[in-house]
């Protein structure tokens, strides 16, 4: 591949490719109903990007499941809605393999099914694996199929998001659909904080950052819960310090920090966010409160999960999070104990305000098609469903989105993606209707949350505590809202696809970069073991990667 020399053409070309989808998309509507569109390539068929196959067609998949994923009684992964919704539209959908856990486990597996060149039809990827299945020749050119199926709904969200589908491009060609997420709502932190123990120790809500780790000092030797036990810790931290669940992204951002993402300096060129010196200082605090306690002692060991049982357990009081952790495991505490409160704040920037918090990128992950199958454009159709059953003229968001007791069972889609801004224009419009106590004009996703804040906060349906406090009138996003307006968001400043050295050097560099910021939280390395870290980066292959960005960014001007 020369994709680091194609840039230019590749921008101009999706450029092209989104004037034509949005210039297409009104007259692949009206085209008159014919055998449901069955394949790209049948150009006598009428184009439906939501038409049925018929005849049935074959479809083979890998499944990932995250762990808060669970299911109504007697449904499963190969039996729920979205399964039968397949059924319905001619897709007979089945798995070659499922991962239930981790997306590490996921990519681990998936790594191994690719070296034995074994790839089912359909399978969600991550950026390298991207790029190494195109360089390998292994997955679907998805440009005329996307052209052609994607449905007005699809198109818009990339219109809304262009680098994504930029991200997915190679030498002039898209690759595959992004899975874009409204990154505002599910990676960007705000600061979760206990206010049950607040008010049990008289303490302030927190509005500087001195006063956080006040609170921090206070959860871990005041004895919080009062039971008398030294049992207790500020700040939830997992092994995946950078990006994981729950991270400390939030807390290297309070020093003006913004690890593992690429942003613009005062030159207008892309600099690495990990190796700045405002990291080290933040890393500096962050052995300091190791040292004290205030840091669980086994976070280098611990998952996402067992940080959950933490919470859940009324061991932390401090959580840098994003605005959905308010569903799990804050939900699950509050279910436990009904006495904890959790809210969620803006973080304190360490010299004052409220600091810049930062968001990933939109798209982490893709949808890919094994090459030469029949149906390519199958994976199109089934983007196209997953956003007619969630805000379409025939949307049923109780059935296909959340049902009435709470279960996510829009996780049960193979194929997902939404528009970046969803999270906090639902928001907004939830607590316009709130206050007016008219949910008229709400789309089906907004009015089941405006009937759940109205569950809790009317009948203290505990089922909805999360959903009330992510995005009701006191949620995180009415926070991310106030820190976008005052232009407190950064997002990732890189949106191409992999350079050649990512895909050879980035899984070690951000390995080397884990291990080395979790030894000297722990102590294990002195701070300015730090520096030596940037040394190692940059020679590893950082530089010539910093060298690939803005070769990349000097072609967007």
Not at 9 to 36: H, M, P, R, W, Y
Not at 170 to 189: C, H, N, S, V
Not at 372 to 386: R, Y
Request: proline share 5%.
């Amino acid at each position: 591949m020369k994709g680091r020399r194609h840039f230019s053409f590749i921008l101009a070309s999706v450029l092209a490719l989104s004037l034509t989808l949005t210039a297409c998309g009104e007259a692949n509507n009206k085209q008159a109903e014919g055998n449901g569109g069955n394949g790209a390539g049948n150009e006598s068929a009428a184009i439906e990007p939501l038409g049925k196959y018929d005849p049935p067609i074959d479809v083979t998949a890998a499944r990932f499941i995250t762990q808060d994923v669970v299911y109504p009684d007697g449904q499963s992964e190969s039996d729920n809605a979205w399964e039968s919704l397949y059924k319905e539209m001619g897709i007979n959908l089945s798995y070659d393999w499922i991962v239930k856990g981790t997306d590490a486990q996921y990519f681990q597996k998936l790594n191994l099914s690719i070296a034995s060149g074994e790839i089912p039809d359909i399978l969600m990827v991550n950026s390298s694996q991207l790029k190494q299945l195109v360089e390998a020749d292994m997955v679907e050119d998805l440009t005329e199929a996307f052209e052609k199926y994607a449905s007005p709904a699809v198109k818009d969200v990339f219109q809304k998001d262009k680098m994504a589908l930029q991200s997915a491009t190679f030498d002039g060609k898209l690759y595959a659909i992004p899975k874009t997420e409204p990154m505002i709502g599910a990676q960007t932190p705000v600061l979760w904080v206990r206010t049950d123990w607040l008010s049990a120790m008289n303490l302030p809500e927190p509005t500087t950052w001195e006063e956080v780790l006040q609170l921090s000092e206070a959860f871990t030797t005041g004895d919080p819960d009062g039971n008398g036990q030294p049992d207790t810790f500020g700040i939830a931290l997992s092994k995946e310090i950078i990006n994981g669940y729950p991270s400390l992204n939030g807390f290297f951002n309070a020093y003006g920090a913004h690890p593992r993402i690429w942003k613009k300096d005062d030159s207008g060129n892309l600099t690495y966010g990990s190796i700045q010196p405002e990291v080290k200082t933040a890393l500096g605090v962050l052995a300091e409160l190791y040292q004290k306690g205030q840091l669980d002692k086994e976070f280098g060991v611990k998952d996402g999960s067992k940080v959950a049982e933490s919470i859940v357990s009324d061991r932390v009081g401090l959580l840098f999070g994003p605005s959905w952790a308010s569903q799990w495991p804050i939900q699950d505490n509050k279910k436990k104990n009904n006495e904890a409160e959790w809210r969620p704040y803006p973080i304190p920037a360490a010299d004052g305000g409220n600091a810049t918090v930062q968001m990933p990128f939109g798209a982490s992950f893709y949808y890919v098609v094994k090459k030469d199958i029949d149906h390519p454009e199958v994976a199109v159709k089934m983007a196209n469903l997953f956003l007619e059953k969630l805000y379409g003229e025939t949307a049923d968001y109780l059935k296909y989105g959340v049902d009435g007791e709470g279960i996510s069972t829009a996780k049960y889609s193979l194929i997902d993606l939404f528009a970046p801004d969803k999270d906090l224009k639902r928001a907004e419009n939830v607590a316009a209707a709130l206050e007016k106590g008219d949910p008229a004009g709400l789309n089906p996703e907004e009015k089941s949350t405006y009937d759940k804040v109205l569950a809790y906060r009317d009948g203290g349906d505990l089922n909805f505590y999360g959903e009330t406090y992510q995005s009701g009138p006191e949620g995180a996003m009415v926070v991310l809202q106030q820190l976008t307006d005052e232009g407190k968001v950064i997002a990732e400043g890189y949106g191409g696809a992999p350079t050649d050295t990512m895909g050879e050097k980035r899984a070690t560099l951000d390995k080397m970069e884990t291990e080395t910021f979790t030894k000297i939280i722990y102590g294990a390395l002195p701070l300015d073991q730090f520096d030596k870290f940037v040394e190692d980066w940059k020679k590893l292959g950082g530089d010539q990667i910093t060298q690939e960005v803005n070769e990349w960014n000097a072609s967007q001007k």
